[in-house]
């Protein structure tokens, strides 16, 4: 149910697939509150941790909805300045959760993570409706972090395949049933996988397929949105 949500209210541009267009989604009583529920639940139980939400400024609808849902308050942080209105928002010992749309590059978000943990505080992790998979993020932020990320980087609907990725195809016209395989590259529209000794392009190995899951490490697979 929440995945057809998901895929009627964030709609994509045809001319730039990259980018997401969240409005309807925000104008939707039902649509708004089943993207914050989703995102409440995958930070449970350890949200009980967090004494402070802090969002980029221009990007402060979900932190504000889950700072209520929580019982927090919000602070909107300007990474490009580097500052707040001050530092006094922060106590020694806060436990922060940093929260936006989406997570492309990462670049923004570990900004602000680096200005946070110089002003004292502890960040515990990053929380997205969207991440756009190709881009890298998840991977550049956990790489750039200096310190453990409890809560690590949440996200609830994941766009696109990169290179580690796992992916499932389903295979029926071929009687094969669901298949899994490794992503070994990706180059345009055409996804190599792993297979034997070397990539392969998964149109190749299976014509009449289509993907319809991907996931990270095996574990948490999510339905496959190009």
């Known amino acids: ?26 104008s939707d009583q039902v649509a708004f509150k089943v993207a914050v ?15 402070k939400i802090v969002c980029p ?19 909107i942080l300007n990474p490009y300045d580097g500052l707040i209105a001050s530092g006094e928002y922060f106590k ?17 978000y570990f900004s602000m993570y680096s200005i946070i943990q110089d002003m004292g ?3 515990l992790g990053f929380a997205f409706l969207i ?3 190709a881009h890298r993020g998840r991977y550049k932020l956990l790489d750039s972090v200096s310190t453990e990320l409890p809560l690590g980087i949440v996200t609830v609907v994941k766009y696109g395949v990169t290179v580690g990725n796992f992916v499932r195809f389903d295979c029926s016209a071929h009687g094969l049933g669901i298949r899994e395989f490794r992503v070994l590259s990706v180059k345009e529209d055409e996804i190599g996988v792993k297979w034997l000794d070397g990539p392969v392009p998964c149109e190749k190995l299976f014509p009449k397929t289509r993907i319809i899951q991907v996931s990270f490490d095996k574990k948490d697979w999510c339905k496959y949105r190009p």
């Open 1 to 26: 149910m929440n995945e057809e949500i998901f895929d009627k209210y964030i709609l994509t541009d045809p001319k730039n697939p990259t980018y997401k267009d969240l409005t309807p989604l925000f």
């Open 37 to 51: 529920d989703s995102m409440v639940e995958k930070l449970s139980p350890l949200d009980k941790r967090v004494t």
């Open 57 to 75: 400024t221009g990007d402060t609808t979900f932190a504000s909805a889950l700072a209520y849902r929580l019982g927090l308050g919000v602070i």
């Open 92 to 108: 020694e010992g806060d436990s922060v959760l940093i929260v936006g749309s989406a997570i492309c590059g990462g670049s923004l």
């Open 121 to 123: 505080a502890k960040v």
């Open 131 to 133: 991440e756009k998979v």
